[in-house]
Every structure is written in structure tokens, then in C-alpha cells.
């Protein structure tokens, strides 16, 4: 259920007794914080109305605060179904998890040219969504991480600028900066007409999300794209991971690369990360269900920068002595970064392009 309180099975006053350094009132607020989120969302969702469930806010509570909050942006025109599966495996792993339905997104209605779906046409409605939504976030643990996929991955990594010292990681999967082709950006940026998804399913009204959509609402994330890369110049960020796809035909895997290396001169601790197109991961890279089959091996990449503490340099040291014949446990070891790997590490390390690592240093060695 959307609105379920998941609970690990100990209330606060048995856990107020098992650890006698938890703040007994602390974990009541907590308990009424939560089930008042739940219930004041439901009712706000319930007098929309909504497409379905799947197009309702998520919210996976443990019974007390955690010690990592993740914080959620669905893609443009989808819903937070995109991130049950994430959602899921990081509550499972410890953290408490929201996903919020983005602003006009989800509606049920007979939307089309002549009545398009209500989307925002306004970055400053995200953005205020965005900023509140982190204030939650802080209330329910210690650190938050924030993340998103396409114009989700662009307000997450927006709200990684504004606010680099409240934010503990950021996940920023196929981020919305710019379109794969210059031609299309024009098109969005000069033109208000109404454009829709061009679909290969048979019975498109069973889908999710919206079908279509008015230029202007897209147009919102390409200029705050913009914004983004002209501030990456100048501003620190939160530690940020972005992911991008060879075969992602919907936005620039240029501008992702550009905003990393720009990024990654302020903040040492951004990775990234692009999928050969070999595994032909889709811009809708977050579910099996809309066509990655390598669904849990992006799980497992996020969590391992989640759960480590490494900059990017660390990675292609480590990935450095891989290929002279080190295990990663040994490069590790040799290293001393024992205490800052995830246990998904090992399986992130076969992703990291080790044949650039490679080429990079034996360049920079040339040059001396």
C-alpha cells in the first residue's frame, strides 16, 4: 500500500528501552509526523482524483528516524512507480524512503491537445516543491539523499546546488540538461504547441502518466538545466552520482559528462557513471517494467555510493590497481579504505570504465 506505515515490528517505547539513549519524545513526534504526512497526502490525493495507484505518493517509514532519508523526483509526465523498486531495496536496507507525486503530474482526466494535463509551466513551482519536501526529509533522519530520474534527476540535482550542506548524496539518473539533439532544444525552447509520446503500446490510455504535454512544461527543465551547468562553474554542489545511458535517445549525454568534470573541480566526492550501449538501458532506466533488465544492477551502483564514502579519484585508484592484477579487496586493502566501501562496491567497481582509467594516466604521463 502506498499510505502503509511500514513498520519494523518494535514500537517506541520497547525501542526506547532496548536503547535508553533514544529520546523517548522524540520518537512520539516522530510517529505523529509520519502519520500525519501520510494522512494529509492521501486526503489531498484522494479529491484530485488520481490515473491509479500507481501515480500516488510513496512513502516507506521505519519505525524511528534512520540514519539516511531518501528523497525522490519522478521523470516528467510519469509518477512515483518509477521508484518502487529502489524504494523498496533501500528501505529494506535501513533508510526511510518518500517519493512524492510532482506538482500537476498523475491527474486522471481526458487530457489531449485541446485539454492538456496540468502540468507546471513555472521552474519556481518545482523548486519551492523541492525545497519543502527536503525540509521533510530532514525531520525523519540524520542524513538525506536526494535523487531523481530525467526532469526528477534535473530539480534533484538543482536542489543539490541550493542547498550543497543539507544534502548527504545525490543521485541524478538520466538528468534532463539538454535533449539528445540541438534541434529538439530549439524546438522546445521557441515553440508552445502541444507534443505527445510517440508509443508503441497498443492500448496507450493503460499506461501511466501522461501521454502528451504542452512545450512550455518541458521547456521548465531545459532551462533549468541551463542554470545548472552555468552554476556548476562557480558553486559547490552535494556530492552527486549521475547515471547516464548510451542508448538514452531523450537527453544529452554530452552535458551529463560536462556537468560531472565541472562539478567534480568543486565537490571530489562526484561519480559517474554510463552504461555501454550493448546493454541498451532505456531513458527510463529505473524499472524492469519500462525496459531495464539490469534493474537491480542499478540498484546496486546507487547503493554503493550511497553507502560509501569515496571521491572519485579513490574509485579510479582502486580501479587502477584492478588492472594490474589487484583484487578489489587487496586494492582496498593496500589503500586502507576498508571502513569507507560499501558491500555493493565489488559489483559498481565491474562497471567503472577501467580501460579510460588506463588511457587518462598513460596521457598524463606522456606529457612529463
Known amino acids: 500500500m502506498s499510505y502503509s506505515l511500514l513498520r519494523t515490528g518494535c514500537d517506541a517505547a520497547r525501542l526506547s528501552t532496548a536503547l535508553p539513549f533514544l529520546n523517548l519524545s522524540l520518537m512520539v513526534r516522530y510517529s505523529e509526523l509520519t502519520a500525519s504526512l501520510i494522512n494529509r497526502i492521501k486526503v489531498q490525493e484522494d479529491a484530485l482524483p488520481l490515473q491509479n495507484d500507481g501515480c500516488r505518493s510513496r512513502f516507506l517509514f521505519k519505525s524511528a528516524p534512520t540514519s539516511k532519508v531518501c528523497l525522490f523526483f519522478h521523470g516528467f509526465t510519469a509518477g512515483p512507480y518509477q521508484f518502487d523498486p529502489i524504494g523498496k531495496a533501500l528501505f529494506q536496507a535501513g533508510y526511510n524512503v518518500l517519493v512524492p507525486r510532482m506538482p500537476g503530474h498523475g491527474q486522471a482526466g481526458e487530457w489531449g491537445r485541446n485539454n492538456p494535463p496540468p502540468l507546471p509551466e513555472q521552474a519556481e513551482i518545482y523548486q519551492k516543491f523541492a525545497?519543502?519536501?527536503?525540509?521533510?526529509?530532514?525531520?525523519?533522519?540524520?542524513?538525506?539523499?536526494?535523487?531523481?530520474?530525467?526532469?526528477?534527476?534535473?530539480?534533484?540535482?538543482?536542489?543539490?546546488?541550493?542547498?550543497?550542506?543539507?544534502?548527504?548524496?545525490?543521485?541524478?539518473?538520466?538528468?534532463?540538461?539538454?535533449?539528445?539533439?540541438?534541434?529538439?532544444?530549439?524546438?522546445?525552447?521557441?515553440?508552445?504547441?502541444?507534443?505527445?509520446?510517440?508509443?508503441?503500446?497498443?492500448?496507450?490510455?493503460?499506461?501511466?502518466?501522461?501521454?502528451?504535454?504542452?512545450?512550455?512544461?518541458?521547456?521548465?527543465?531545459?532551462?533549468?538545466?541551463?542554470?545548472?551547468?552555468?552554476?556548476?562553474?562557480?558553486?559547490?554542489?552535494?556530492?552527486?552520482?549521475?547515471?547516464?545511458?548510451?542508448?538514452?535517445?531523450?537527453?544529452?549525454?554530452?552535458?551529463?559528462?560536462?556537468?560531472?568534470?565541472?562539478?567534480?573541480?568543486?565537490?571530489?566526492?562526484?561519480?559517474?557513471?554510463?552504461?555501454?550501449?550493448?546493454?541498451?538501458?532505456?531513458?527510463?532506466?529505473?524499472?524492469?517494467?519500462?525496459?531495464?533488465?539490469?534493474?537491480?544492477?542499478?540498484?546496486?551502483?546507487?547503493?554503493?555510493?550511497?553507502?560509501?564514502?569515496?571521491?572519485?579519484?579513490?574509485?579510479?585508484?582502486?580501479?587502477?590497481?584492478?588492472?594490474?592484477?589487484?583484487?578489489?579487496?587487496?586494492?582496498?586493502?593496500?589503500l586502507n579504505l576498508g571502513q569507507r566501501v560499501s558491500r555493493d562496491m565489488p559489483a559498481m567497481m565491474t562497471m567503472v570504465d577501467k580501460r579510460s582509467i588506463v588511457i587518462a594516466r598513460s596521457n598524463r604521463s606522456s606529457r612529463f
Open 131 to 334: 525545497l519543502q519536501w527536503l525540509q521533510v526529509a530532514q525531520a525523519l533522519g540524520t542524513k538525506v539523499v536526494v535523487g531523481g530520474l530525467s526532469g526528477g534527476g534535473t530539480l534533484a540535482t538543482w536542489l543539490a546546488f541550493q542547498r550543497p550542506q543539507q544534502i548527504d548524496r545525490t543521485l541524478a539518473f538520466a538528468p534532463y540538461l539538454s535533449s539528445s539533439n540541438k534541434v529538439i532544444d530549439l524546438f522546445v525552447r521557441n515553440f508552445n504547441t502541444y507534443f505527445e509520446w510517440v508509443s508503441a503500446d497498443p492500448n496507450p490510455k493503460g499506461k501511466l502518466g501522461y501521454g502528451g504535454f504542452m512545450v512550455p512544461a518541458l521547456r521548465v527543465f531545459l532551462q533549468m538545466g541551463k542554470e545548472i551547468l552555468n552554476q556548476a562553474a562557480r558553486s559547490p554542489v552535494a556530492p552527486l552520482f549521475i547515471v547516464s545511458s548510451e542508448s538514452d535517445m531523450a537527453v544529452g549525454n554530452r552535458d551529463h559528462r560536462i556537468l560531472f568534470e565541472t562539478a567534480l573541480k568543486h565537490q571530489p566526492k562526484c561519480w559517474y557513471h554510463r552504461f555501454d550501449q550493448v546493454l541498451d538501458i532505456p531513458h527510463t532506466m529505473m524499472t524492469q517494467v519500462e525496459g531495464n533488465q539490469y534493474e537491480n544492477l542499478l540498484i546496486t551502483m546507487s547503493k554503493a555510493y550511497i553507502e560509501s564514502d569515496l571521491t572519485w579519484a579513490e574509485v579510479e585508484e582502486i580501479g587502477y590497481r584492478m588492472t594490474r592484477g589487484k583484487t578489489f579487496n587487496t586494492a582496498v586493502s593496500e
